[in-house]
T-cell receptor
Framework: DGGITQSPKYLFRKEGQNVTLSCEQN?????MYWYRQDPGQGLRLIYY???????QKGDIAEGYSVSREKKESFPLTVTSAQKNPTAFYLC?????????????FGEGSWLTVV | GNSVTQMEGPVTLSEEAFLTINCTYT??????LFWYVQYPGEGLQLLLK?????DKGSNKGFEATYRKETTSFHLEKGSVQVSDSAVYFC????????????FGQGTILTVHP
């Protein structure tokens, strides 16, 4: 089945550790995105990539890093510099930047700092 | 920049009641507008969309009309079910944030039998 796969679903991190969230899509989409969702709030854009080997910062990029070495993969690293990383993280993708194209989301990853 | 404002929730309704969730936006140009739904612990699913003024998006009994004159995209359903309980997000794409989605805060809907 085509779709966006995020892993792990649940992740616990000790303070001071870096963790990487995986996002893989088999939809042949060019653009990929990472959003953060906090309880009772909307989604905020962390990073996005419109093409392989290129990515741009979103609204809340500090403390995060990404790579886009393959079209189907867009991993997100939450670094120790991120002051409040506990949140629900959503990966998304779409065919291109035409504004009418639908952006599709994965099932999300819960990150908790312990 | 772009922004989306949704009515504050939570919204609590009885089954078969009429639903309206208000959404207004600020953007330059001609953005596309979306409603997404999120069930507990899951990602977002597209509910409906409209890409130009006066378009009506519809799906699963939900409807929303792109009103450029009032910069609105209100979500409606004539008769809600318990299974419609979820968080609903209004979003836009385009204007000054080319290619990216800008979301409203989300509205929690609870439907009781």
């Amino acid at each position: 089945d085509g779709g966006i796969t995020q892993s792990p679903k649940y992740l616990f991190r000790k303070e001071g550790q870096n963790v990487t969230l995986s996002c893989e899509q088999n939809l042949n989409h060019d653009a990929m995105y990472w959003y953060r969702q906090d309880p009772g709030q909307g989604l905020r854009l962390i990073y996005y990539s419109q093409i392989v080997n290129d990515f741009q910062k979103g609204d809340i990029a500090e403390g995060y890093s990404v790579s886009r070495e393959k079209k189907e993969s867009f991993p997100l690293t939450v670094t120790s510099a991120q002051k409040n990383p506990t949140a629900f993280y959503l990966c998304a993708s779409n065919l291109g930047t035409n504004t009418g194209n639908t952006i599709y989301f994965g099932e999300g990853s819960w990150l908790t700092v312990v | 920049g772009n922004s989306v404002t949704q009515m504050e929730g939570p919204v609590t309704l009885s089954e078969e009641a009429f639903l309206t969730i208000n959404c207004t936006y600020t953007a330059t140009g001609y953005p596309s507008l979306f409603w997404y739904v999120q069930y507990p612990g899951e990602g977002l699913q597209l509910l409906l969309k409209a890409t130009k003024a006066d378009d009506k998006g519809s799906n699963k009994g939900f409807e929303a009309t792109y009103r450029k004159e009032t910069t609105s995209f209100h979500l409606e359903k004539g008769s809600v079910q318990v299974s419609d309980s979820a968080v609903y997000f209004c979003a836009l794409r385009g204007g000054t944030s080319y290619g990216k989605l800008t979301f409203g805060q989300g509205t929690i809907l609870t439907v009781h039998p």
